[in-house]
C-alpha cells in the first residue's frame, strides 16, 4: 500500500476528535438560539454579554472580558453597539480614565424578562432534561478548567 492508499489513522478521523464535536455542536447551537435572540434584538455575543450584566451590574470593560473568556478590544464594539440600541451606558471610572465601567439601562434591564423564556426554548430544542443538561455542562466545565491548566 503507498502513502496515497493508506488507511486514515483513528486518531485522526473528524468524526473521533472531540474538538470537532464541541465545534460542530457550538454552531448548531447558535443557531438554534438566533432566532430566539432577534426576537430580543440581540446577537448571540450581544446575549453573552447581556447575561453577564444581568448576574452583576456596573461591572468593568475588563471584568465583562474576564467573565466571557475574552479580549477586552474585541468586546468593545459589542458594548458599543449595545449602547447605540440604549441598552447599556459606558463610563469612565472617576478613580481611573483608563477603566470603562459599564452599567444596564433602564431598556436593559427591561429586556431581561424578556430574556426569561430563552433558557426553556434551549432545553427543549435539546431533546434532553434539565438534569442531563447540568451534568454535560459541568463536564464541559472541567474539561475548560483543564485546558486552562494547560495554556
Sequence with gaps: MNADTQAPCDALLLDNQVCFALHSTSLLMTKVYKPLLQALGLTY????????????????????????LTDPGSLTPLLKRLESEGLL?????REDERVVLVQL??????LQAEAQRVPQCIL???GHSAEQLRKLQADLLVLRAQLQENL
Design 45 to 68: 455575543p450581544q446575549y453573552l454579554a447581556m447575561l453577564v450584566l444581568w448576574e452583576q451590574d456596573g461591572l468593568t470593560v475588563g471584568e465583562i472580558s474576564q467573565r466571557l
Design 89 to 93: 451606558k459606558r463610563s469612565r471610572s
Design 105 to 110: 439601562t433602564d431598556k436593559g434591564r427591561a
Design 124 to 126: 427543549q430544542a435539546s
